[in-house]
């Protein structure tokens, strides 16, 4: 039996056409326009519904959200693991459709925030994770990362887009604010403000 299946997953062909343009150098605006997906084809369960937006080149945008309003699946569009039903995701003017492949994962990374488990007892697990002096190397790496490069950052803590430069807010696959971080955040009746006010981190999870 798992003979038979390596051998299915030897023979499988992604369902993803490779395109034949390349991406632009440099620092890439991100634009998506009038996206609408759904993960089975009939779109039955839209995750995104009628989606746009753009990021100039340079900028970092701030991703928030409640659990399955489709911040993920933004990322997976960006990362072309995907295609949409409709609409456009575009990189530097070009439609990702149309990219080559190859060229487009050498032009965009994709970094989870899956933590990992060291090999170790409960205690230095938790002492790795919670040292501050941890916590502010990858500050600086994440600084050094972001420098001179257009970038998605997918929230689950509001400290994390503390470096944004702009905030998107979604509910059900759809837009329900967005603008400079710093502007929201002094707009009393911003959503991004109320959450800064209250502090309840964990309403995005």
Do not use: W
């Not at 890439?28 to 990021?55: C, I, K």
């Not at 916590?135 to 944004?164: M, N």
């Amino acid at each position: 039996a798992s003979i038979v299946r390596v051998r299915e997953l030897f023979s499988a062909r992604p369902g993803l056409e490779d395109g034949t343009e390349s991406i632009p150098p440099g620092s890439l605006p991100v634009t998506m326009r009038g996206v609408r997906f759904a993960y089975q084809a009939a779109l039955a369960d839209v995750v995104l519904d009628d989606l746009s937006f753009e990021l100039k080149a340079g900028r970092v945008l701030g991703l928030l959200g409640h659990t399955g309003s489709g911040k993920t699946t933004i990322a997976r569009l960006l990362y072309r693991l995907y295609d949409p039903q409709q609409g456009e995701v575009c990189l530097g003017g070009a439609n990702l459709r149309q990219a080559r492949l190859d060229a487009l994962r050498e032009r965009v990374g994709y970094v989870p925030q899956d933590v990992q488990l060291l090999q170790g007892s409960l205690r230095d697990n938790l002492i790795f994770y919670a040292d501050p002096a941890t916590e502010a190397l990858l500050e600086r790496a994440l600084d050094r990362l972001l420098e001179g490069r257009t970038a998605v950052i997918i929230a689950h803590r509001l400290d994390t887009v503390a470096r944004a430069d702009e905030i998107l807010i979604l509910e059900a696959g759809r837009i329900v604010e967005r603008g400079p971080r710093a502007e929201l955040a002094l707009d009393p009746r911003s959503a991004y403000a109320g959450l800064l006010r209250t502090g309840l981190e964990e309403v995005l999870v």
